[in-house]
Each structure stands twice: as structure tokens, then as C-alpha cells.
């Protein structure tokens, strides 16, 4: 059958590395019209490479949806071919007018299909979602933290550094600005011409703030990803459907005819 050779194709490891090639080229070919001389020489030879790109992607798209025909929801039921589809449609858009840049920002999105492309990819990506809800929690710890120090570096600091102290929103920010490990003994320096004890505060906040929550974040983060890989392992393991297997029956049936055609040339 034809949408069995259609599957075997689009399932096949060269039409897979023919993808990520066309993603390669779109990337490198985005990065080279940042160049105006380039643009100014071969503008034209690089949006006809787009077009070249956009219609391997419509034909790619049209390859998959024949593959699962009449079943389309294994294809729009994939989150994964959504975000394809989504920026296959969204390439359509003229890169002309008002919504050039729109146009512009589409292909840009094109070299994230990288990421869809790439198992490996797909998994970290899918853990880092799966992480969000779990982070809430972390936040909110975070949050408590940031705002008892923030008020205590108001009351300690304020009268001496309203620079970095003055207010409740502007110590909070330098807070974050320790917390970044980004230029912060400055601050604590300052605060340590009037208090020689202020390096306690910032100490303990680096601690609290960067050691034990960064730890915390990175906990979830790997919780989410072994759980990931066992919903991967299940997904392998669960019975084949039944479209899966008449495939493989027509597939069977096709090599048994071809051996039998051997036989009979044999004898």
C-alpha cells in the first residue's frame, strides 16, 4: 500500500536527517542576511532558498498527514507536529507590507523545529514544561524569602544606601542583583562602612537565595526528568494498535509474496 511506503518514509532515518539539514540552512541563511552587504549581493538567492525551505516543510507536513490518514489524530493530536503545522501556516504569511515582520519572526520560528525534530531535545523540552507546575511551590519559597530580607535591607540600610535601599521595590531588585553573584560585594561593602556586621545579611542571603533554592530548582527539574523518561519507556511498551498492525501484516504479506516470486524463479 502506498500510505504504508508513505509511513516507512517519513519514519525513516534519512528523511529525518534531510529535515534537520533544511532547519540547518534556514538558520545559517537567517544569521547571513543579518550581514547588509550580503543582502545587498544575494538577497534574492536567499529568499528563493526560503521558499525552497517553506515548500519542503508544506510537503514534509503533507507526507505525515497522508501517513495517518483517515487517523489524523496521530498527527494533530501530537503537540509536537502542532507547533510544526503551526509554523508552517505562519510562514505562509507575506513577507511584505505591515506584516513583514511578522513574516520575519516566522522564520525565526522555524529554526526552533529543531528542537521537534530532535528526541533528545523534545525530552528536555517536555522537562522543563512538566517542571513549571512543580516550581510553583519553589517560587512562592523564593518569593517569602525576597521579601523578608528585602524589608530587613530596607530597616539596616536605607538611611546610608537609599541608592540600593530607599524602598521596599528597590531593594528587592538589588536583591536580585546578589543573588545573580553579579558585581555584589559592592553593595555589601558599602553597607559594611556602617555596619561591620552586614556581611552576615548578605552571606546568608547568597546561601538561602543561590545555594539552597538553585538546588531546589535543579531537584525538581531532574524529578520531572526521570519521571519523563519512564512515561517514554511506558509509551514503548504499551500493544500495538490496530492500524500499526495490519501495516506490519501488509508489510509481511508483501516480503512473503516477493520470497514466493523467488522460489518460483529458483525452480
Not at 173 to 182: I, N
Amino acid at each position: 500500500m502506498l500510505q504504508i511506503e508513505i509511513y516507512k518514509l517519513v519514519k525513516s532515518a534519512i528523511f529525518e536527517k534531510i529535515i534537520i539539514s533544511l532547519i540547518l540552512l534556514n538558520a545559517l541563511i537567517l544569521g547571513l542576511e543579518t550581514d547588509p552587504d550580503l543582502v545587498s549581493k544575494y538577497g534574492y538567492w536567499f529568499e528563493l532558498a526560503h521558499q525552497f525551505i517553506l515548500m519542503s516543510f508544506i510537503i514534509e507536513a503533507m507526507l505525515k498527514i497522508s501517513a495517518v490518514v483517515p487517523r489524523l489524530k496521530l498527527y494533530f493530536g501530537d503537540g509536537w507536529n502542532l507547533f510544526d503545522f503551526s509554523v508552517i501556516v505562519l510562514s505562509l504569511i507575506p513577507a511584505t507590507g505591515e506584516l513583514a515582520m511578522v513574516a520575519r519572526l516566522a522564520r525565526l520560528l522555524r529554526v526552533l523545529r529543531l528542537i521537534s525534530t530532535l528526541p533528545k531535545l523534545r525530552l528536555i523540552v517536555s522537562t522543563l514544561m512538566r517542571s513549571i507546575p512543580s516550581m510553583g511551590h519553589v517560587m512562592l519559597l523564593m518569593s517569602i524569602i525576597f521579601y523578608v530580607y528585602a524589608i530587613a535591607g530596607y530597616h539596616l540600610f536605607h538611611t546610608h544606601d537609599p541608592q540600593h535601599w530607599g524602598h521596599l521595590g528597590v531593594a528587592a531588585l538589588t536583591l536580585f542583583r546578589v543573588v545573580t553573584l553579579e558585581d555584589w560585594t559592592d553593595v555589601m561593602y558599602t553597607a559594611m562602612e556602617h555596619y561591620e556586621w552586614a556581611w552576615v545579611y548578605f552571606i546568608s542571603f547568597i546561601f538561602v537565595g543561590t545555594f539552597v533554592i538553585v538546588n531546589l530548582f535543579i531537584a525538581v527539574v531532574l524529578n520531572n526528568l526521570e519521571e519523563a523518561k519512564v512515561e517514554q519507556l511506558e509509551k514503548l511498551r504499551q500493544p500495538i494498535s490496530h492500524d500499526e498492525m495490519l501495516k506490519e501484516l501488509a508489510e509481511t504479506q508483501k516480503m512473503l509474496i516477493k520470497l514466493r516470486e523467488r522460489m518460483e524463479r529458483v525452480d
